[in-house]
């Protein structure tokens, strides 16, 4: 895109936000807002940097969203002139065009959406579309969601479409398609005179379910490769004013793809989180374990960032001021780990010998990963299963260990 008509879009979607709201002539409502990162390259000596041919890189995004009643509609339009240099983490960005289009009707406890949209089941191991815009991780759906809230307490969602991929001068989408199912019911909520203590005293249990397919055909002249890959997952939450537990477990069927050699081993993962809270006090544990549970649309995926259906949450603490951890997070890793983490968090009271006028907090938080205990399988030329694995046991190899103890006082 030239310069100058860069700058008047940018004008234009300026103009747009300061004005706040436009409300259109049938009452609707118009929203929109704008974001461009620049870049300019020079060479570094010093280090042996050489700017790329381009002199600037520019990420320019537009969003417009209109609404009016039970309808809503909108767009992202997309600008890369060239992407900021190593932008995106996956495959490349170029040109410019729409990004994200979309259109939702709403009525009654239903809820259909037909374009993109982003979703989740669960905590995300069965399947989750997000954007980390300044990751560069985009998995937007492209298709049709349908959500359905039959009565309190009962949430039901369905999904089918592809993933996008690339762009270039537009979105281009992965070869697989991706359809699911998600049911959730909270119990206190959906059958209160079943569970009349729940509901009495405030608690919820909540349980859910997800199944999760990708459809791509089998093009390998040398293998056999299923064309159908589900995975199946069952969740369960537990809140009261002092505990909140919460566990997932997810199955992934034979899925040989680049990332695995090609083996035929069923994937496998399981979280479990606890939370005891208390006026001053809160503690927290933490258990996983993720064994071949790489999912993309595409078995031929060029890297893991591309196209990735589900997502393995990290256990590891979030840091905010120390800068090297906050840079460089640990991340999961998705084809094995197995890795714990505990935190607790107290405060001294305001006016005691150690809280002092305005109350001091502390907190200390252990993290560690580690390779699976795993077994490589001898003369495995039938079944192809690669190897087998000790649940929940830490093999040699240590990825991430994090110790860290915070204390605030004002």
Same mark, same amino acid.
């Given at each position: 895109?030239?310069?100058?008509?860069?700058?008047?879009?940018?004008?234009?979607?300026?103009?747009?936000?300061?004005?706040?709201?436009?409300?259109?002539?049938?009452?609707?409502?118009?929203?929109?807002?704008?974001?461009?990162?620049?870049?300019?390259?020079?060479?570094?000596?010093?280090?042996?940097?050489?700017?790329?041919?381009?002199?600037?890189?520019?990420?320019?995004?537009?969003?417009?969203?209109?609404?009016?009643?039970?309808?809503?509609?909108?767009?992202?339009?997309?600008?890369?002139?060239?992407?900021?240099?190593?932008?995106? $983490? =996956?495959?490349? !960005?170029?040109?410019? &065009?729409? /990004?994200?289009?979309?259109? @939702?009707?709403?009525?009654?406890? #239903?809820? %259909?959406? $037909? =374009?993109?949209? !982003?979703?989740?089941? &669960?905590? /995300?191991?069965?399947?989750? @579309?997000?954007?980390?815009?300044? #990751?560069? %991780?985009?998995?937007?759906?492209?298709?049709?969601?349908?959500?359905?809230?039959?009565?309190?307490?009962?949430?039901?969602?369905?999904?089918?479409?592809?993933?996008?991929?690339?762009?270039?001068?537009?979105?281009?989408?992965?070869?697989?398609?991706?359809?699911?199912?998600?049911?959730?019911?909270?119990?206190?909520?959906?059958?209160?005179?079943?569970?009349?203590?729940?509901?009495?005293?405030?608690?919820?249990?909540?349980?859910?379910?997800?199944?999760?397919?990708?459809?791509?055909?089998?093009?390998?002249?040398?293998?056999?490769?299923?064309?159908?890959?589900?995975?199946?997952?069952?969740?369960?939450?537990?809140?009261?004013?002092?505990?909140?537990?919460?566990?997932?477990?997810?199955?992934?069927?034979?899925?040989?793809?680049?990332?695995?050699?090609?083996?035929?081993?069923?994937?496998?993962?399981?979280?479990?989180?606890?939370?005891?809270?208390?006026?001053?006090?809160?503690?927290?544990?933490?258990?996983?374990?993720?064994?071949?549970?790489?999912?993309?649309?595409?078995?031929?995926?060029?890297?893991?960032?591309?196209?990735?259906?589900?997502?393995?949450?990290?256990?590891?603490?979030?840091?905010?001021?120390?800068?090297?951890?906050?840079?460089?997070?640990?991340?999961?890793?998705?084809?094995?780990?197995?890795?714990?983490?505990?935190?607790?968090?107290?405060?001294?009271?305001?006016?005691?010998?150690?809280?002092?006028?305005?109350?001091?907090?502390?907190?200390?938080?252990?993290?560690?990963?580690?390779?699976?205990?795993?077994?490589?399988?001898?003369?495995?030329?039938?079944?192809?299963?690669?190897?087998?694995?000790?649940?929940?046991?830490?093999?040699?190899?240590?990825?991430?260990?994090?110790?860290?103890?915070?204390?605030?006082?004002?």
């Amino acid at each position: 895109m030239h310069p100058t008509r860069t700058l008047g879009l940018a004008l234009a979607t300026l103009a747009l936000c300061l004005s706040g709201l436009l409300h259109a002539q049938d009452g609707g409502q118009i929203h929109g807002n704008f974001s461009t990162d620049g870049q300019l390259y020079n060479d570094d000596e010093q280090i042996g940097a050489v700017k790329p041919p381009a002199d600037f890189g520019l990420n320019s995004w537009m969003n417009l969203n209109y609404r009016t009643g039970n309808f809503e509609a909108g767009a992202r339009f997309e600008s890369y002139e060239p992407a900021l240099l190593g932008y995106p $983490a =996956g495959a490349a !960005y170029n040109g410019t &065009g729409v /990004g994200y289009r979309y259109a @939702t009707f709403r009525k009654d406890g #239903l809820e %259909v959406t $037909a =374009g993109n949209f !982003y979703e989740q089941f &669960g905590q /995300g191991l069965a399947f989750r @579309t997000y954007e980390e815009r300044a #990751l560069g %991780v985009d998995n937007a759906m492209d298709g049709l969601r349908v959500k359905f809230n039959p009565d309190t307490g009962i949430y039901l969602k369905g999904i089918i479409g592809t993933q996008r991929f690339a762009f270039d001068n537009g979105t281009t989408k992965g070869a697989g398609i991706v359809r699911g199912l998600d049911g959730e019911i909270s119990l206190a909520e959906a059958f209160p005179r079943l569970f009349p203590k729940l509901a009495a005293k405030g608690n919820s249990l909540i349980v859910g379910g997800s199944f999760v397919s990708k459809f791509q055909p089998d093009q390998d002249p040398f293998l056999e490769l299923p064309e159908n890959v589900g995975i199946w997952a069952g969740r369960a939450n537990y809140v009261s004013a002092k505990w909140n537990l919460y566990s997932e477990y997810a199955y992934k069927i034979n899925d040989p793809n680049g990332s695995n050699g090609n083996i035929y081993k069923p994937g496998q993962a399981l979280m479990a989180n606890a939370t005891y809270s208390v006026r001053g006090l809160g503690i927290s544990a933490g258990a996983h374990i993720f064994d071949n549970m790489v999912f993309q649309s595409d078995r031929g995926a060029p890297t893991l960032f591309d196209l990735n259906i589900n997502y393995l949450p990290t256990l590891a603490k979030q840091h905010t001021y120390n800068l090297p951890a906050t840079l460089y997070p640990y991340a999961t890793q998705p084809n094995g780990e197995v890795a714990y983490q505990g935190e607790v968090f107290y405060k001294f009271k305001r006016g005691s010998k150690l809280g002092g006028k305005y109350g001091t907090k502390i907190s200390a938080n252990w993290s560690g990963a580690w390779s699976l205990d795993t077994t490589r399988l001898a003369n495995d030329t039938i079944h192809l299963q690669g190897y087998s694995t000790n649940f929940f046991s830490m093999g040699d190899r240590q990825y991430f260990s994090d110790f860290n103890v915070e204390l605030r006082k004002s």
